[in-house]
């Protein structure tokens, strides 16, 4: 394995509070677009398509991707990402307060944004366990302290965004989280380089474009661990999508007073998953991780919108959602390790983008299909399909050959990749 000559923590010091900034900004792009669309047009069906067009483009970048990042380099694919979703998103207040923000435009914007998003976050993720490395720290303990990181800012930024969108409305709100993109691109440009550990290859090297392309998805493929895990997790982010951009806005406005509620749910999964987060981080090597994945999936989705259907009300909902906030805490960080482990440092870019947009597909569907059922179905009945299929999709890890694949032991020690399939 490729070492470093002395350990240095301050790069990856910095990744962590970049990604801290740009996560508690960009909540309140979770939260205000749809509140805005919901104010303006009164339309579940139209807040979808704002959905869609948001994460569609996320889904193409990643689909697109990898190779693009090994080209420019981690650091630059990070500035330039972070850079162009604040000039996007800081567009959204410029043109309210200019009366001239349209539907179309709003559509247009959220959409510049969501392409050059993936990108970016794919290449911090890729210089994790390079920084973790650098800093002489186990990957487990550093992906558990990345992810508590987000959880945190998540915890943060979601109530934020309901006490500003309260203050100064859910256009003017969103220039915080131009803000803290064009923050997170100081961070990165000025205090991490992508300096590649001694003895690694040089990014980019070998196959051209497609091929590289070609390379990464060829490998997931061949990868049946990590593929089952994807499809799981392409199913469990749509419905989140529906339940986020959707179902919560909806039910927040009809029957929890407002956007304060969004904040403060969104803010509790948040803060409780930042515990389950820092929880695994201290304990989670010591427990089988296939269990772990299982019992934290099958508690962290399908609770949430069982409840909101069945006992509608803050309260139980806030406190549903703690719960599942706790196994969603373990769930990022139990498969960032699996992926460092099973995946060559020369093809983390292309895996991991493919693993992005793999988990990510079904994501534009989520929100507009979601749309579209409350606007038809209802709200109570939209809640009860997603927690049915919320609920069958966690438990497939039972029957699915593939995720046995955990209970093995791993080809070596420390993070060690499998055998690496021949490229198409």
């Known amino acids: 394995m490729p070492t470093y000559d002395t350990p240095e923590r301050r790069p990856l010091g910095l990744l962590l509070t970049a990604n801290v900034i740009s996560v508690s900004g960009n909540m309140l792009t979770v939260v205000a677009v749809p509140w805005l669309v919901l104010q303006s047009t009164g339309s579940p069906a139209r807040a979808g398509l704002v959905a869609f067009a948001s994460t569609l483009p996320v889904v193409l970048a990643a689909l697109l991707g990898g190779p693009l990042i090994d080209r420019l380099g981690l650091t630059v694919s990070s500035v330039v990402s972070d850079t162009v979703c604040a000039l996007a998103i800081g567009a959204v207040p410029v043109l309210h307060m200019a009366g001239a ?106 196959p051209g474009y497609l091929g590289q392309l070609r390379e990464g998805y060829a490998y997931l493929w061949a990868a049946r661990l990590l593929l089952a895990v994807v499809g799981m997790v392409m199913v469990t982010n749509a419905l989140d999508q529906a339940w986020s951009a959707v179902l919560l806005p909806v039910e927040a406005r009809e029957h929890l007073h407002g956007a304060q509620s969004i904040g403060l749910v969104s803010g509790a999964m948040g803060g409780a998953a930042l515990v389950g987060s820092v929880l695994y981080g201290f304990f989670g090597q010591r427990l089988p991780r296939r269990g772990l994945f299982i019992a934290a999936f099958l508690v962290c989705g399908f609770p949430r919108t069982a409840v909101a259907a069945l006992l509608p009300g803050l309260t139980p909902l806030l406190v549903t959602t703690v719960v599942c906030g706790l196994a969603a805490g373990v769930l990022n960080p139990v498969i960032g390790t699996e992926l460092v482990r099973l995946v060559p440092e020369r093809l983390r870019s292309r895996v991991f983008g493919a693993t992005t947009s793999g988990v990510l597909v079904a994501v534009p569907l989520g929100g507009l299909l979601a749309g579209y059922l409350v606007q038809y179905a209802g709200l109570r009945a939209s809640l009860l399909v997603v927690s049915g299929i919320y609920l069958v999709t966690t438990l497939s890890p039972l029957v699915l050959p593939a995720f046995r694949q955990w209970d093995a032991p791993p080809p070596g020690t420390g993070v060690t990749p499998v055998q690496e399939p021949a490229a198409a």
Do not use: C, K, N
Not at 108 to 113: D, E, I, N, Y
Not at 114 to 135: K, M, S, W
């Open 101 to 206: 923000l349209s539907y179309g435009a709003l559509l247009g914007l959220v959409a510049v944004a969501g392409l050059f998003h993936a990108p970016g976050e794919t290449a911090r993720e890729v210089l994790l366990p390079r920084l973790a490395q650098r800093a002489g720290m186990d990957f487990t303990r550093a992906s558990s302290f990345y992810e508590s990181a987000s959880r945190g800012a998540r915890m943060l930024g979601a109530p934020l965004a309901g006490v500003l969108i309260a203050a100064v409305g859910a256009a003017d709100a969103l220039l915080v989280d131009a803000g803290s993109f064009a923050a997170s691109a100081l961070l990165v440009g000025l205090g991490v380089r992508d300096r590649r550990p001694a003895g690694a290859a040089p990014a980019g090297q070998g």
